[in-house]
């Protein structure tokens, strides 16, 4: 069992950058993959960027890549998105997703969840 925390979301201007974070509990981190997926109203929830059990392989959809940077630090079990140069259309619930399932892209199921954090941004 996994439970995962997110932090960092709110309201930004384009163009400006925000940091999400996410902390798990447990001692078993490392053997996750560990994803960062959006849901803008209306729409469905799509991954944006995952990486892999040791942090050396990482995936990003389109409308993120080189924009977005995800990392993870599991002496911390946190995993973390940067985004820069933020755009409206990221107006989204970001959440923190975990999976025992060693692909990293989108297709995977994902086991646990984060509540989700709030990312807003106005033009």
């Known amino acids: 069992q996994v439970q995962l925390v997110e932090s960092g979301g709110g309201l930004v201007q384009a163009g400006d950058s925000l940091r999400l974070s996410c902390t798990a509990s447990?001692?078993?981190?490392?053997?996750?993959?560990m994803g960062w997926l959006r849901q803008a109203p209306g729409k469905d929830r799509d991954l944006v960027a995952a990486i892999g059990r040791s942090g050396r392989l990482t995936y990003y959809s389109d409308s993120v890549k080189g924009r977005f940077s995800i990392s993870r630090d599991n002496a911390k079990n946190t995993v973390s998105l940067q985004m820069n140069s933020l755009k409206p259309e990221d107006t989204a619930v970001y959440y923190c997703?975990?999976?025992?399932?060693?692909?990293?892209?989108?297709?995977?199921?994902?086991?646990?969840w984060g509540q989700g954090t709030q990312v807003t941004v106005s033009s």
């Open positions: 447990g001692r078993t981190f490392s053997t996750y993959v």
């Open positions: 997703a975990a999976t025992s399932n060693p692909v990293i892209g989108p297709g995977v199921s994902w086991a646990y």
